[in-house]
C-alpha cells in the first residue's frame, strides 16, 4: 500500500476519469506506472479506458460479464470491482481470502494453488445473501487474511476468530498441499523485461539496440525480453531503435 497510494493519487490526479487517459498516449500510462510491477497492466488499463470511453460512456460497467470483458479483467477483479466500487454480492476470492477459508474452516496450513470446486462451494456459503453484507464480508475477510492470518507468521493471538479456527485448534499443523511456486525473478527474462522498460521510460526518444545491450547482464536473455515486449504492444521499432509506443 505504501507503494501503491502515491503512484494511485498521481494517476487520479492526472487522469481523473477513462477518457482522460485514453486521449494520453500508451507511453505516458507505462511511464507513469513507473516500478509498480507487470507494466502490462498499465496497457491494459489504457485499452480498457480507450474501451469504456467508446463502448461505456466512460463509466465502469456494473456486470460480471461486461467487466470480465475488458482488457486484463479475470474473474477475481472483476467481483472485486462488483463489490468493493458497487457493494454487490459478489464472490472475491484473492490469495488472502483463500487462505483465511483453507486455515479457519478446511483446517489446512495454506490453500492450494487452484481454487477446487469445494473451496468454491465454502466461500458462497459463507458469504451473506445481502449485498451489503456481502460486501463488507469480502472487505472484512480480505483484510483478516492480509494483516492477521499472513502466510508465514500469523498473528494468531490477535485474530478476532482464533476460537473457531479449525487450523489452530489442531495445533497449526502443515499440510500436505502443493503450494504454487513463484517463479525466480533474478536473472529472468522478466527482469530483463524491467530493465529494458525503464531505459525506454527515461527517453523521450527512441533509444538503439546498442544502448540497450550495454548493461545487459545476458545478450540472448536480453534479445527474448525485445521480442516478447514487441508482440506485446508494450514497445516498438523505429529504424532499428526501439522506444514506447506511440499509440
Not at 488472502?96 to 478446511?106: D, K, P, S
Request: net charge positive; glycine share 4%; proline share 6%.
Amino acid at each position: 500500500m505504501k507503494r501503491v497510494e502515491p503512484r494511485w493519487e498521481q494517476w487520479l490526479n492526472r487522469w481523473p476519469t477513462p477518457k482522460d487517459l485514453a486521449e494520453s498516449p500508451v507511453a505516458e500510462a507505462i511511464r507513469l506506472w513507473e516500478n509498480l510491477g507487470y507494466p502490462r497492466r498499465a496497457k491494459r488499463l489504457h485499452e480498457t479506458s480507450v474501451i469504456l470511453t467508446q463502448q461505456f460512456n466512460g463509466e465502469v460497467p456494473q456486470t460480471f460479464a461486461e467487466l470480465i470483458s475488458l482488457p486484463g479483467v479475470g474473474e477475481y477483479t472483476a467481483n472485486a470491482i462488483l463489490a468493493f466500487a458497487f457493494g454487490q454480492r459478489s464472490l472475491v476470492l484473492d490469495v488472502n481470502v483463500r487462505r483465511l477459508l483453507a486455515r479457519a474452516w478446511l483446517g489446512q496450513s495454506h490453500q492450494a494453488p487452484t481454487i477446487s470446486a469445494i473451496e468454491r462451494a465454502l466461500a458462497e456459503k459463507l458469504l451473506p445473501s445481502s449485498h451489503q453484507h456481502a460486501a463488507t464480508w469480502s472487505a472484512a475477510s480480505m483484510e483478516l487474511g492480509a494483516l492477521i492470518c499472513t502466510a508465514r507468521e500469523p498473528l494468531c493471538t490477535q485474530c478476532p476468530i482464533v476460537n473457531d479456527c479449525s487450523w489452530f485448534s489442531q495445533g497449526k499443523p502443515h499440510s500436505d498441499i502443493a503450494k504454487k511456486v513463484q517463479a525466480r525473478y533474478e536473472g529472468s527474462v522478466r527482469q530483463e523485461r524491467g530493465r529494458i522498460l525503464k531505459i525506454l521510460r527515461e527517453h523521450q526518444d527512441s533509444t538503439s539496440l546498442e544502448h540497450v545491450l550495454q548493461h545487459a547482464p545476458d545478450q540472448q536473455r536480453c534479445e527474448a525480453a525485445l521480442t516478447q515486449l514487441l508482440n506485446e504492444g508494450m514497445i516498438e521499432k523505429i529504424k532499428g531503435c526501439y522506444a514506447l509506443p506511440s499509440s
